[in-house]
Nanobody, 123 residues
Framework: QLQASGGGSVQAGGSLRLSCAAS????????MGWFRQAPGKEREFVAA????????DYVDSVKGRFTISRDNAKNTVYLQMNSLKFEDTAVYYC??????????????????WGQGTLVTVSS
């Protein structure tokens, strides 16, 4: 139900925009999140947005560089990533959680996961 895209290879300091298109769910009923998993590490929270787009949350390491947004008319959530660093290299996953209030950083709150898209940042 979630299809992530937009990953690729970029030099440090560059930008990428990830997209995640949802299907077969009532998108506006779901809070959305982005997580990432680097080689040999656990999957970690990156950013989340509530159902309306009026509330966002970010892990400290991406604040000021990444922006999460959503378009409920297009059933799509985005992650704009600027000033990319080598340590941002990971597989990025989008996820949907049936939350009507707030956002969540907890993986087990999310009901659906996308397949992941690889972001590689070269230094």
């Amino acid at each position: 139900q979630l299809q992530a895209s937009g990953g690729g290879s970029v030099q440090a300091g560059g930008s990428l925009r990830l997209s995640c298109a949802a299907s077969a769910i009532t998108f506006s009923n779901y809070g959305m999140g982005w997580f990432r998993q680097a080689p040999g590490k656990e999957r970690e929270f990156v950013a989340a947005i509530n159902w309306s787009g009026g509330l966002t949350d970010y892990v400290d390491s991406v604040k000021g560089r990444f922006t999460i947004s959503r378009d409920n008319a297009k059933n799509t959530v985005y992650l704009q990533m600027n000033s990319l660093k080598f340590e941002d290299t990971a597989v990025y996953y989008c996820a949907a959680a049936r939350l009507r209030i707030g956002t969540s950083r907890m993986r087990n709150v999310y009901d659906y996961w996308g397949q992941g898209t690889l972001v590689t940042v070269s230094s």
